[in-house]
Nanobody
């Protein structure tokens, strides 16, 4: 009913930058919040950044001042600009969205398929 498609991952050297994108499509009435999570091998999935419909933004302490989350409501797309990347940022990054879907109207939560980010020299 709703799909989240991510793009923008890859291999980057320490200190480099990447921008991730996630677009939601399908039977969308409105989007309450969009978030980025990440999961490193052998570790739990952790929240990286969240932006809610009113514009409030939350970041994990580990990425504050380096990562920026933004949203294009017209395109149902969320971005994550990642600067000053460190090897410890290496993980699979997942998009998450809290969406009100149509027919019938109800609140649902969706995950993207994940995109690999590797920070290494």
């Amino acid at each position: 009913q709703v799909q989240l498609v991510e793009s923008g991952g890859g291999l980057v050297q320490p200190g480099g930058s990447l921008r991730l994108s996630c677009t939601a499509s399908g039977s969308i009435f409105s989007i309450n919040a969009m978030s980025w999570y990440r999961q490193a091998p052998g570790k739990q999935r952790d929240m990286v950044a969240t932006i809610i419909s009113g514009g409030r933004i939350t970041y994990a302490d580990s990425v504050k001042s380096r990562f920026t989350i933004s949203r294009d409501n017209a395109k149902n797309t969320v971005y994550l600009q990642m600067n000053s990347l460190k090897p410890e940022d290496t993980a699979v990054y997942y998009c998450n969205a809290d969406i009100i879907v149509t027919t019938p109207l109800r609140n649902m939560n969706y995950w993207g398929q994940g995109t690999q980010v590797t920070v290494s020299s």
